[in-house]
């Protein structure tokens, strides 16, 4: 297979037709032949020899050259050589120098040939993925149409125009199935540079998809006018997604919904019949929590943004449906606000009430030895625990009815004469559990948390020290996609992460481990930062 006159330009022009078809760049086609012909040469003249071969971008020429470097001291005789052998072809060699020798035209036999097929086909197929992998990386997050090529195992692989894509079973819509050929519109989820080639990931199940194919049929979502700030779905059964407009003329749900529910029931259509229900967003996490149990009626949200949970009050009629069938309804609006949500019915939450009233109403005549009436009072105005009554400002107990001064001032000596003395009792427990006295030193613990962080084997300073602030204030660990709860050391004492982390914070610049300095100066570039942020969004 010598390469004659004849056919140096087919070179070129197969080179150019290979490019078209593939849809790449034609230049690596041609470093592909120069490559393979290479190695097709080195079979000839010999593995060990640095061999390049270069064609012509206009004519076609092949030239083929034996490359050998000038240094000090040869270990390899068949690519390098000695300043004084380098003299016979250069006139002032020096190391570094390259000797190049045109090698003379050869016969490429069948092996050899078939041997530069291959290296030019793989050359070629590497620069398809490659082109194909920077095509796709960046659409991700669009819905992209395709035709389904085959099912396999349930996964469906589709066609998408300058290459295939991969559906995967857990990623389709409940009761769905494609047959070959089937037009197919999916959300391009994620895309993968492997071995293989580019791995392309789409997803019917995913909420954006819904999201962008109300992008589609919404123009003011499209335009920026209407936002969707959160969706929510039971892939094939239900759906939730909240909307928000920034034009007060236009009215975000009505919008979405569209004439007759031409909007919204194309994307119904589009997901198997998916029921949707569009929900106004609001900034106020109680209201659009209420807003997204609908059809439910809440009559009362307490939120408790520590711990991102939300209690929810419905009648007693409406709890079956706030929950929803399979707890669909009730699920879909936690996964829309990120709350965690406790539903129970007024029945429930009256009970737990009265429960709560009677537990304080028993504590204050137990603490305080006065009887049921005044404990009741002092529960009906708010009053919860014994250090409220302790060391609450005497006024807030003369406003209630038929306290004078002589009765407030004797309710807040008796509470605090029990809390000395359950003070004491705490602090001879702590020290028979082994506490130290530089613990019992630090100011910010008072006597039952000296007891509670002894049971826990705190018994140092140091060892406050080393806690993490959710080991004394708890939270939550997701495991397995579910919020599981971490209780704290000092979480029964009402304890917040951010006291926590003070506390510790503080421990360790007692005990020299930080410094002060450091802080102020972290400090100050975290302001820093901020402020070139809103610098920077302000100029955008």
């Not at 920077?134 to 395709?146: L, P, Q, S, Y």
């Not at 929950?323 to 879909?332: A, D, E, F, H």
């Not at 009256?350 to 005044?374: A, G, I, P």
């Not at 509470?415 to 030193?441: H, M, P, T």
């Amino acid at each position: 297979m010598s390469i004659t006159s004849a056919n140096r330009l087919e070179l070129l022009q197969i080179a150019d037709a290979v490019a078209r078809e593939k849809l790449i760049d034609p230049d690596l086609v041609i470093e592909a032949m120069e490559e393979s012909m290479a190695r097709a040469a080195k079979s000839r003249y010999g593995a060990e020899l640095e061999i390049h071969a270069h064609i012509d971008r206009k004519t076609g020429e092949l030239t083929m050259t034996r490359v050998r470097h000038v240094v000090d001291e040869v270990e390899n005789h068949f690519t390098e050589m000695t300043v004084e052998d380098a003299r016979a072809y250069l006139d002032d060699p020096k190391v570094g120098d390259e000797i190049v020798e045109e090698l003379p035209p050869m016969d490429f036999g069948r092996i050899a040939a078939q041997s530069a097929k291959q290296v030019i086909l793989q050359k070629v197929r590497e620069a398809e993925r490659a082109r194909q992998y920077a095509e796709f990386k960046d659409r991700v997050g669009e819905v992209i149409n395709g035709i389904v090529k085959r099912v396999e195992y349930g996964n469906v692989i589709v066609d998408v125009g300058r290459g295939e894509a991969i559906l995967r079973r857990d990623q389709l819509i409940n009761r769905e199935s494609f047959r070959t050929g089937d037009r197919v519109r999916a959300y391009i989820r994620e895309v993968r540079e492997e071995t293989r080639g580019p791995q392309i990931f789409l997803s019917r199940t995913a909420p954006e998809f819904m999201a962008e194919l109300f992008k589609m049929e919404v123009p003011e979502i499209y335009d920026g006018i209407i936002e969707i700030k959160a969706v929510a779905r039971d892939p094939g059964s239900r759906a939730k997604i909240g909307v928000i407009s920034y034009d007060n003329s236009i009215d975000p749900v009505g919008a979405c919904v569209g004439m007759r529910g031409s909007r919204v029931q194309a994307v119904v259509n589009e997901l198997q019949g998916e029921k949707i229900d569009i929900i106004p967003w609001s900034e106020d996490a109680p209201t659009f929590l209420v807003n997204a149990l609908q059809p439910a009626e809440v009559t009362k949200v307490v939120l408790d943004e520590d711990a991102n949970r939300v209690e929810v009050v419905v009648p007693d009629d409406q709890l079956s449906l706030a929950i929803g069938r399979r707890g669909q309804n009730v699920r879909l609006a936690s996964q829309l606000t990120g709350f965690d949500i406790d539903i129970m019915t007024e029945a429930e939450e009256s009970e737990r009430r009265q429960v709560e009233f009677s537990e304080r109403t028993k504590l204050f005549m137990d603490t305080l030895n006065v009887d049921e009436m005044v404990a009741q009072l002092l529960v009906s105005e708010g009053f919860s625990t014994l250090e409220e009554v302790a060391y609450v400002e005497p006024d807030e107990l003369l406003a209630i009815d038929g306290f004078d001064e002589a009765t407030a001032d004797e309710l807040q000596a008796r509470a605090r004469e029990y809390i000395e003395e359950q003070n004491a009792k705490a602090l001879e427990k702590a020290r028979e559990l082994g506490v130290e006295d530089s613990l019992f030193a630090f100011e910010g613990l008072t006597p039952e948390m000296f007891v509670a962080l002894a049971e826990d084997g705190v018994k140092t300073l140091e060892d406050f020290a080393t806690l993490a602030d959710w080991e004394l204030a708890g939270g939550y660990t997701t495991v397995n996609g579910e919020r599981v709860k971490d209780d704290g050391i000092l979480e029964p004492f009402d304890m917040t992460l951010e006291e926590a982390q003070n506390l510790i914070m503080t421990a360790r610049i007692q005990l020299g481990w930080v410094d002060p300095a450091d802080l102020e100066s972290d400090e100050e570039e975290g302001a820093g930062d901020t402020d070139n942020e809103t610098t920077e969004e302000t100029e955008a």
